[in-house]
């Protein structure tokens, strides 16, 4: 049975407002009539009432005021977050303080491919744990139905209708209870934040499931801000690279063109390309011939990332080809490819000029 808003309110000795708040913040699910208003299933309402002691006008201000302090305090700590990498150590810490548990799986689901891949995985006290596993929801069909119905799914690991796929992966980590949430952003799922508990099999109650579908409805939010943050950041720092980049290679234009041999085009082609690139090194080769060049000057560190990304353009040149070997200490950014080919098309005409 389904009550109204008015109705859980008299129910709960609160105003229809709080109801709303409570159903708009994932505290209290709801369902929607096809005229958009709320309904409340009678259990649920029946649930919160015994644990705030029915009409009973203090114990329910103190009940609203102890979940509420909780949600707050979970929406400062995770809106408050910008980093994409901060953002997710915070959801876990929140998830798993919240639900006593020792693990949290944060994971992206992109539509396109449906398919869902690991993006942090932190423990109880806050370590991350490499994870980057990946898999599409055809795989498991319980991360599917959360992600396709947003729905919350528990799974114990004894439980004989559980799925076996999912069984066999908390077998093998020693995983007794796994909670699946999802991730939801103006009504579509963008990827599924996990539970688990390796110590006991679990019976999630109401007022957990609430506050921890509320934190998961935060997350996607906090995830979803972030992420448009982290790219319009990245996007600034694209221009002003490439920019940078530009005025490097034109001003080596005449450079290039001033050498008299081979070696010498070379070793200002690979000159040029490092520094306009910000490459840790470029190699460039022709004929026989090569010469390399650093972009880092004393004092510079190199990207941390940990690993080296190369990337390689060529232009003919006579009887051969001009080749240049660009590693950076990051990713690739955006045109820096098509840059690379440029200064390799310059020192090919460079060369082909006959002054070298």
Known sequence: MYLSVQLAA???????????????????PCTRTAGGHRRIKQEDIDELSHLIGGRN????????????ETLVATAIAVSSQLDVTALLREVAKQMTTLLDAHLCVISDYDPAT?????????????????????????????????????????????????DPAEVAIMRRDGDKCLLILPMVHQGQSIGL???????????????E??????????????????????????????????????ETISAGYATLHD?????????????????????????ASCCGESAGASGLRPGDQAAQSGTAHVIVSSAPCRDGEVALTLTLGGDAGDGQAELLGLIAT???????????
């Open 114 to 162: 449906r398919r869902v891949a690991v993006r942090a995985e932190y423990d109880d006290v806050g370590n991350r744990h490499q994870d980057t596993m990946t898999y599409t929801l055809s795989q498991f069909p319980m991360a599917r139905r959360a992600i396709e119905d947003h729905e919350s799914i528990t799974i114990n690991v004894s439980d004989p209708h559980a």
């Open 209 to 246: 499931m609430r506050l921890a579908n509320a934190v998961a409805a935060q997350a996607a939010v906090a995830v979803h801000n972030a992420t448009v943050f982290a790219q319009l950041t990245r996007s600034d720092k694209d221009v002003l690279a490439l920019r940078h980049a530009i």
């Open 57 to 68: 006008h203090l114990a329910a201000r103190l009940a609203r005021e102890r979940e509420l």
């Open 10 to 28: 008299r129910r709960l000795g609160v105003s229809p407002h709080t109801i709303r708040r409570w159903t708009a913040s994932g505290f209290l």
């Open 259 to 283: 050498q008299t041999t081979v070696a010498a085009v070379l070793q200002a082609a690979a000159e040029v390309a490092a520094r306009a690139l910000g490459a840790i090194s470029c190699v």
């Open 193 to 207: 934040i996990e539970v688990l508990d390796h110590q006991r099999e679990r019976k999630f109650g109401r007022q």
């Open 346 to 356: 310059m020192a090919a005409g460079a060369i082909a000029s006959g002054r070298s």
